[in-house]
C-alpha cells in the first residue's frame, strides 16, 4: 500500500505539474486580448465625452481585434466612473475614457482619485472652449465686453458647472483679462444652454457644437480659446490675436489602471493609434466641431503632468483647493 | 401653415414605406417590453438601440428611437396596472387606481384605459408639439432659476394631495425624499455630503434604484405574505379576472371626459418642454390635479380610469414636449432625448433652431415617426396583450423571482455598478418597513424627484441676484408661488371633508 499511495502521490504531483504548466502556458500564450474590453465612459450616454467615445468605440474595437463595450459610468462630476475604473483590476480589460475633470475634481477635493492612480495610453482629441454670449447681451465683440465687465465688476454671469472645466476657462480669461465674472452654478452644457438662451445668464463657455444656433442668432460667439482660427467659424477671434495667451481645450483619452502590464498597454496604445488615425474618426470630430489630437503613451503623460500643474495654480489662485 | 401640413403629410407617407416602417416597428416593439420590463427604463432601451442606429441612415435610426420612445412610455402601465410596479418611472401614477382595478376582477379595463388614454393623449400632444413648436420652446426660455424653483415647489405641494389617511405620515415620507437627495455629492460643488467618509454613498442614491426598491420590493413582498395566507397562488384573486374588454367602451370612458384629457395632456406637455424632471414628475402631477378637479376625489386610489388616464395621458404627452426642445433649440429636454441629439450629432446634424428649416426631411421625419408610433404602439399591445395578460395568471411563486431578477439587473445596468444594487436592496427594505407602518410610498418619490431641482435652482437664483423678494415679483414665480399654496390649501380642504364624511379615518390603504 505505501508503494501504490506513494505512486498516487507521484502521480498527482505529476497531473498537478502538468495542469500548472498548461495553465501558465495558456495565460503567458493567451494573447490579450481573449475577451471583451470595457471602456468606461464617466457620464451619461448623449453627451459631448459619450458623442466621441461612441464612434471611436468600434474602430478600437476593430483594430484591437476584440470588442469594446462602452459603459456609461455616470455620476458626481464624473468621479463615479472614475473610481470604478481605478478599482478595476490592471489587467487591461477595463479602460478609462476620461477628460479634464480628473485634474479638477481632485484639486476641489470631489475625489481623492488622481491621474497618477493610471497609466496613460493616448490622448485622441481636443475641443476648444469658445466664449459664447447670450443673444440678450449688448455686447458685439470682445472690446465691448471687456469695457462692460471692467465698469461693472463681478456682475456678468456665467454659467459653469463649478470647479469644473467650464469654470476654469473663464477663470483663465478673467486672469488674463484682469476682470471678475459671477458664476452661477449650471452643471452640463444642455441646462447652460436653456439658460443663455433665455438671457438667464449672460456668458458661458461652449464648444462648435452650438454652432447652428449662432448661425441662427441666438447666440454669440465672442472668441475662441485656441491657438488658430477654426475653418468652421473664421469669423471668431482667438484670444491669443485679442492680446491674450488663453488657450484652453477639453481633452480627451485613453487611461488603464496603473500597474497593467507593459505589454497589454503596448497592445492598447498601437491600436488606439490605428483608431486615431481612421478617416472615419476624424470626420466624426469635424462633424462634432472638435479635433483630433493624438499623443502617445509617452507624450501623454508629459501633458497630463503639464496640464495638472496647470489645474493646481487656477485652482489655488480661485480658492476652490480643497486642503487635504 | 399650409406648407407644414403638406411636407408633414409627405413625410407620414414616407413613414410608411418598409424602410422606416421596421425600424420604427422594431423601436416600438423594443419600447414596450423595455418599458414594461419592471427595472429596465426607456434610456436603457433607447442606448441597446443605439448602436444599431449607426449603420442605417439618420431618419431610419431616429424612427426606431422615437419608436421606443413612444412605446416604452405606455409599457410602463401594463406592469403598473398588472402587478403594481411601475414599469418606467412614468408609470408611477399608473399604480395608484390600475393596480386597484386588476384586484378588483378587470386587468383587461385598466390595461386598456390605460393604452387608450396614451394613445389620445400622445396623438393631441402631437397636434402642440408640431401645431406649436415655436411658441412652446419661447414659454421654456422664459424659465429662469426662480421660475423653475417655484415651479418645483409647486409640484412639490402636490404631496398634500397623495398623503392617503394621515397628513403626518404623508408629510413624513415626502421629508424622507427630500432627505434622501441630500446624502452624496452636493450637485452645486461636487462637497460630499452625509457620506460618513464611504464612497458607498459619495455617490448619493440614484433615482432609479430607490424607485424599483421602495416600489418593487414593497410589492412583491405583500403579495408573497398574502401568497403564505393561503390566498392561492394566483395573483388576482377574489372576484375572476375579466380579460377581455369593449374596446368602444374603453375609449368612450376616456372621451366622456374631455376636460380631463386636455388637461392632463396639457400639463404633460408644459412638464415636457420644461426640461429637468420629464415624465416621471408629469404623471404624478396630472393624477394629483385630476383628483383635485374631480367631484369624488375620494374614490381615487379605489381603482376608477380617470387615475388612469391622468396618469398615462400626460406621460405620453410629455414625449411630444420633450421634442419640442430637440426640434426648437437642440437641448435635450430629458436623458431620453439627450441619447437622440448624440445620435443626430454622430450623424453630423447640428440639432437647432435652424434644424427644421436645414433638414426638413429629418426633422418632419420625426413628427411623423411620433405620429405612426402611436397606432403601431395600439397594435403591439394589442398583440401581446394575450401574453401580458397571462401574466397575471403566472403562478406568484414563478413571478416574483423573475421581476426580482429583472429589477436587480436593471438597477446594475443603469450605470454598470453594484453600488445600485446595493441601494436597491436597501431602499426594497425601507419601502417594505414604511408599507408596515402605513407611511404612503408616493409622496417619498416626489420629494426624491425634486430635491436636487429645488436645491439647485434656489442656489442658482440667489447667486444671480441675493434679493428674495424676486421669487415673488417675477411674475411667472409669484403665480406658480400662490398656486403652491393654493394646492395645498384644497387638498387640505378635501381631505378633512373626506375624513368628515367617512366618519372617521377610512381603514389603512396598505399600497399607498
Not at chain 2, 420644461?274 to 394629483?288: F, H, Q, R, T
Request: aromatic content about 8%; overall charge neutral; glycine content about 10%.
Amino acid at each position: 500500500m505505501p508503494s501504490l499511495h506513494t505512486k498516487e502521490t507521484k502521480t498527482m504531483k505529476r497531473i498537478i505539474a502538468a495542469v500548472s504548466c498548461a495553465l501558465v502556458a495558456a495565460s503567458a500564450s493567451a494573447a490579450y486580448p481573449d475577451r471583451p474590453v470595457k471602456l468606461i465612459v464617466p457620464w451619461a450616454a448623449g453627451g459631448d465625452t459619450d458623442n466621441i467615445f461612441r464612434p471611436f468605440a468600434p474602430l478600437l474595437q476593430k483594430h484591437l481585434a476584440q470588442t469594446v463595450v462602452i459603459a456609461n459610468v455616470g455620476g458626481a462630476s464624473g468621479t463615479v466612473g472614475e473610481r470604478e475604473a481605478k478599482n478595476a483590476p490592471a489587467d487591461g480589460y477595463t479602460v478609462f475614457a476620461p477628460h479634464d475633470f480628473v485634474h479638477s475634481a481632485y484639486y476641489t477635493g470631489v475625489t481623492d482619485v488622481r491621474y497618477t492612480d493610471f497609466d496613460p495610453i493616448c490622448m485622441i482629441s481636443s475641443t476648444p472652449s469658445v466664449i459664447t454670449a447670450s443673444p440678450k447681451t449688448p455686447w458685439k465683440a470682445w472690446a465691448q465686453l471687456q469695457a462692460d465687465a471692467k465698469a461693472r465688476p463681478g456682475q456678468i454671469t456665467v454659467g459653469a458647472s463649478l470647479g469644473s472645466t467650464s469654470q476654469f476657462s473663464m477663470a483663465l480669461v478673467e486672469k488674463a483679462a484682469g476682470i471678475k465674472f459671477k458664476y452661477i452654478p449650471y452643471d452640463g452644457l444642455a441646462p447652460r444652454m436653456n439658460a443663455i438662451l433665455g438671457g438667464h445668464i449672460d456668458l458661458t463657455d461652449s464648444n462648435l457644437t452650438q454652432k447652428s444656433k449662432v448661425q441662427a442668432g441666438l447666440l454669440k460667439f465672442i472668441a475662441i480659446m485656441s491657438e488658430k482660427r477654426n475653418p468652421e467659424i473664421p469669423d471668431v477671434p482667438t484670444m491669443k490675436e485679442l492680446g491674450f495667451n488663453v488657450v484652453y481645450a477639453v481633452s480627451r483619452g485613453l487611461m488603464v489602471p496603473k500597474g497593467t502590464p507593459e505589454a497589454v498597454q503596448a497592445t492598447l496604445a498601437t491600436a488606439c493609434v490605428a483608431a486615431a488615425k481612421e478617416p472615419a474618426f476624424a470626420n466624426s470630430m469635424t462633424l462634432q466641431g472638435t479635433e483630433v489630437r493624438f499623443l502617445d503613451r509617452k507624450g501623454y503623460a508629459q501633458f497630463l503632468k503639464d496640464n495638472d500643474a496647470l489645474y493646481k495654480e487656477i485652482s489655488d489662485e480661485l480658492g476652490l483647493t480643497k486642503k487635504r | 401653415m399650409e406648407i407644414i401640413y403638406t411636407q408633414l403629410f409627405g413625410s407620414i407617407l414616407d413613414m410608411l414605406h418598409f424602410k422606416y416602417l421596421l425600424p420604427l416597428l422594431f423601436g416600438t416593439i423594443a419600447g414596450v417590453i423595455g418599458g414594461a420590463l419592471p427595472g429596465i427604463t426607456i434610456t436603457m432601451t433607447i442606448i441597446m438601440v443605439l448602436p444599431f442606429t449607426f449603420g442605417l441612415d439618420p431618419l431610419q435610426g431616429l424612427a426606431a428611437m422615437t419608436g421606443v420612445y413612444v412605446g416604452g412610455s405606455a409599457g410602463g402601465s401594463i406592469t403598473a396596472s398588472l402587478i403594481g410596479i411601475p414599469g418606467t418611472p412614468s408609470a408611477v401614477a399608473t399604480t395608484f387606481d390600475g393596480f386597484p382595478m386588476t384586484r378588483n376582477g378587470e386587468p383587461g379595463r385598466a390595461i386598456w384605459v390605460g393604452v387608450w388614454a396614451a394613445f389620445l393623449g400622445g396623438a393631441l400632444g402631437g397636434i402642440f408639439l408640431i401645431a406649436s413648436t415655436g411658441p412652446l420652446a419661447a414659454v421654456a426660455l422664459e424659465f429662469g432659476p426662480w421660475e423653475y424653483f417655484s415651479l418645483f415647489v409647486f409640484a412639490l405641494s402636490m404631496v398634500a394631495g397623495l398623503v392617503g389617511t394621515s397628513i403626518t405620515k404623508g408629510l413624513l415620507s415626502g421629508a424622507i425624499g427630500l432627505v434622501i437627495t441630500v446624502i452624496g455629492t452636493d450637485p452645486i460643488m461636487g462637497v460630499p455630503r452625509l457620506t460618513l467618509g464611504t464612497d458607498f454613498l459619495r455617490g448619493g442614491f440614484p433615482f432609479l434604484p430607490v424607485l424599483i426598491g421602495i416600489f418593487a420590493f414593497a410589492q412583491l413582498m405583500s403579495d408573497i405574505e398574502k401568497m403564505r395566507r393561503g390566498a392561492g397562488g394566483v395573483a388576482a384573486a377574489g372576484p375572476t379576472p375579466r380579460l377581455w374588454v369593449s374596446q368602444a367602451k374603453v375609449l368612450w370612458e376616456i372621451l366622456s371626459r374631455p376636460f380631463l384629457l386636455v388637461w392632463s395632456t396639457l400639463i404633460g406637455v408644459l412638464i415636457g418642454v420644461l426640461p429637468g424632471i420629464g415624465g416621471s414628475a408629469a404623471n404624478v402631477m396630472a393624477y394629483d390635479q385630476a383628483k383635485k378637479f374631480s367631484r369624488h376625489p375620494e374614490k381615487f386610489g379605489t381603482g376608477i380610469p380617470e387615475g388612469i388616464i391622468a396618469s398615462e395621458a400626460s406621460n405620453n404627452a410629455n414625449v411630444a414636449g420633450s421634442l419640442v426642445t430637440i426640434m426648437a433649440f437642440g437641448i435635450p429636454g430629458d436623458a431620453v432625448t439627450a441619447v437622440m441629439l448624440g445620435a443626430m450629432t454622430i450623424h453630423g446634424i447640428q440639432p437647432g433652431p435652424l434644424f427644421i428649416s436645414q433638414h426638413p426631411a429629418v426633422a418632419y421625419g420625426i413628427y411623423a415617426a411620433y405620429l405612426v408610433s402611436l397606432p403601431l404602439m395600439v397594435l403591439t399591445i394589442a398583440a401581446g396583450s394575450r401574453l401580458w395578460m397571462r401574466v397575471i395568471s403566472v403562478p406568484k411563486s414563478i413571478l416574483i423571482p423573475i421581476v426580482l431578477v429583472l429589477c436587480v439587473i436593471g438597477a446594475y445596468a443603469l450605470n454598470n455598478i453594484m453600488d445600485d444594487v446595493y441601494v436597491l436592496l436597501l431602499f426594497g427594505l425601507a419601502g417594505y418597513a414604511m408599507v408596515k407602518l402605513g407611511i404612503p410610498l408616493a409622496p417619498l418619490i416626489l420629494g426624491l424627484i425634486l430635491g436636487d431641482q429645488i436645491e439647485v435652482n434656489l442656489v442658482r437664483a440667489i447667486a444671480n441676484d441675493p434679493n428674495p423678494w424676486l421669487f415673488i415679483t417675477h411674475p411667472i414665480s409669484g403665480g406658480l408661488l400662490a398656486a403652491s399654496v393654493g394646492s395645498v390649501v384644497l387638498a387640505l380642504w378635501q381631505h378633512r371633508r373626506h375624513q368628515q364624511r367617512a366618519g372617521m379615518p377610512e381603514d389603512e390603504d396598505n399600497d399607498f
